[in-house]
């Protein structure tokens, strides 16, 4: 009888003290992806269990075993709209309400993609008092660092507000307006960013750690107080808690902390890129800004910063599902954090647009690069997207040309209908064009719809960054 009563009183005292939890981005007022597959997921203290998920879309259940105190099930969307609740069933009850259903994206990055309205921003009172779009989700996932991979994050989500969007990402919010004004449907973004970090800390460690040549490229990264510097102390806390929600893509600015090895920017961002997706297990669609012209160093020709903006068009060039938006035109050599961020997020917003949901007869890259040919002592070059390419001022800036003995002379260049010849009396035989390929180069060839041109250069040679 005494055994009797002690089971009783285990088993009962078991279940009063169990608890059903979920993961932070699992809340009130979050954006699930539409006509997708989202993964519902949490931990219960209970030893074996039983856990039923019910979207009030469509009241079909969906049941998860538990194991081991872990459960998670996939939780089939509908298309956009909402509001919902989402219910969560065991031992004990969790109901999360005002539940949207729309388009999710993380941004991510440093200091730029952190930038929000009350650090410095265009016309930021007009854009505060207006940012009220009960359909826009935020979740901020806190500047955190961890050397193990983090199963979970603080943070929550909230509706785009005056009170809210102030504190949020500028880029972010001005992507997601974009979004959702262009698509109708809810968004749901992700900001996870901290300012001064280099790539290699948003990369897992051991995909760092393997390539000896990013491995000693990491050792390169000055160690600061302020931001995390080493492989994978970013991931591990502020990407790898969201793995397991459904995105459908990222965007990112980043790339002014990796000017000291910035030689491997061209292995590890597209490494970024792939472990991302490979983490994420869907080729997400990634859309990043192009660092912009900066006086760093007081050099007029320092290029540490031009080879990331190079690196970055090699990965856009190199990479498939990548766009990028470039900010030649929009930043400032004297502040490292422009404040025209309303021009970044749209343009980052039209590559979606374009790309991932189809928008037609949408312009949405400036020229890009595309072939060259030498006519006598003069280099033709011609360009994707150069649709009535024009210039600002009265003549093209920031071409350079070289012969074979690679000394590149600053040059005259000229729009000749979709193409730009470039040619100097310094070069009788030239072989190769750089353009705006300096850190703080101020190009101005544009196309008919206004966006910008991207550096570039059309040469292979060994860049010499010392």
């Not at 690069?369 to 033709?380: A, F, Q, S, W």
């Amino acid at each position: 009888m005494k055994k009797l009563f002690f089971l009783i009183f285990f088993v009962l005292a078991n279940t009063s003290f169990a608890k059903i939890w979920t993961p932070t981005i699992l809340s009130d007022n979050m954006v699930l992806q539409q006509q997708s597959e989202a993964m519902i997921w949490g931990w219960t203290t209970a030893t074996s269990e039983t856990i039923t998920i019910i979207g009030s879309w469509n009241n079909i259940e969906v049941t998860a075993m538990a194991h081991q105190g872990v459960w998670s099930a996939y939780l089939p969307t509908p298309v956009a709209g909402g509001p919902y609740t989402l219910t969560i069933k065991g031992h004990e009850e969790i109901t999360f309400s005002n539940v949207m259903i729309g388009e999710v994206w993380i941004a991510s990055g440093q200091s730029n993609m952190q930038w929000t309205p009350n650090m410095g921003l265009d016309n930021a009172q007009e854009e505060i008092i207006n940012a009220s779009y009960s359909d826009i989700r935020f979740f901020q996932v806190p500047q955190r660092k961890s050397f193990t991979p983090q199963d979970d994050t603080p943070g929550e989500w909230f509706s785009c507000s005056p009170e809210t969007m102030q504190n949020f990402s500028s880029v972010a919010y001005f992507f997601g307006r974009k979004l959702h004004k262009d698509l109708s449907v809810p968004i749901g973004l992700i900001s996870s960013n901290w300012g001064g970090t280099p790539v290699e800390v948003w990369i897992p460690e051991e995909a760092i750690t393997e390539d000896n040549e990013l491995k000693e490229a990491a050792k390169q990264i000055s160690e600061y107080e302020w931001w995390p510097h080493l492989p994978g102390t970013t991931y591990n806390s502020m990407i790898h808690p969201l793995l397991k929600f459904n995105i459908a893509g990222a965007i990112w600015y980043q790339g002014e902390s990796n000017r000291a090895n910035s030689k491997s920017y061209y292995k590890s961002f597209p490494l970024l890129i792939e472990s991302w997706r490979n983490l994420w297990k869907k080729d997400i669609p990634f859309y990043f800004a192009q660092i912009a012209p900066f006086d760093y160093e007081k050099d007029t020709k320092d290029i540490k910063a031009a080879v990331v903006r190079d690196a970055q068009l090699y990965t856009m060039l190199n990479v498939p599902n990548t766009g990028m938006a470039v900010t030649n035109d929009i930043g400032n050599l004297k502040n490292i954090h422009p404040t025209n961020k309303q021009e970044v997020g749209k343009r980052l917003a039209l590559w979606a647009l374009a790309k991932t949901y189809g928008v037609k007869d949408i312009p949405y890259s400036g020229p890009v690069y595309k072939d060259m040919e030498i006519k006598k002592n003069k280099i033709i070059l011609t360009f994707d997207h150069a649709d009535g390419l024009k210039m600002e001022g009265k003549e093209l800036k920031e071409f350079y040309i070289a012969g074979t003995d690679k000394q590149f002379y600053e040059a005259k260049a000229r729009i000749k209908g979709n193409t730009v010849q470039v040619f100097s009396t310094n070069v009788k035989k030239p072989v190769a064009v750089r353009f705006a390929f300096y850190d703080k180069a101020l190009p101005n060839l544009f196309n008919g719809e206004g966006l910008p041109a991207s550096a570039f250069r059309t040469d292979d040679w060994e860049i010499n960054i010392d």
